[in-house]
């Protein structure tokens, strides 16, 4: 078959990040899709500067893939951190 990959993301309000709840909810949505007979790999895209979301996915099981640009220069978001499981 062909090769499917999906993307996740997420935002938390400030005032309930440091409390797991990221991490939780990105490990327990990338453990169920490894049931998914036809997914091969989720993405994550983050922002460089953003070291809490890049520790969320390592914990996950992501690992670095490269730095992108993914065109979004006009909204001042240039380059991102490439992330991905494969499962």
């Given at each position: 078959?062909?090769?499917?990959?999906?993307?996740?993301?997420?935002?938390?309000?400030?005032?309930?990040?440091?409390?797991?709840?990221?991490?939780?909810?990105?490990?327990?949505?990338?453990?169920?899709?490894?049931?998914?007979?036809?997914?091969?790999?989720?993405?994550?895209?983050?922002?460089?500067?953003?070291?809490?979301s890049v520790r969320v996915l390592e914990k996950c099981?992501?690992?670095?893939?490269?730095?992108?640009?993914?065109?979004?220069?006009?909204?001042?978001?240039?380059?991102?951190?490439?992330?991905?499981?494969?499962?």
């Open positions: 078959g062909s090769f499917l990959s999906a993307t996740i993301g997420y935002k938390l309000l400030p005032e309930y990040t440091g409390r797991g709840y990221a991490t939780e909810t990105v490990k327990k949505i990338t453990d169920e899709a490894i049931y998914d007979e036809e997914l091969h790999r989720i993405v994550a895209y983050v922002q460089p500067e953003n070291e809490a099981g992501f690992e670095y893939v490269d730095t992108v640009d993914l065109g979004l220069g006009q909204y001042g978001l240039d380059w991102f951190r490439l992330y991905e499981r494969i499962i």
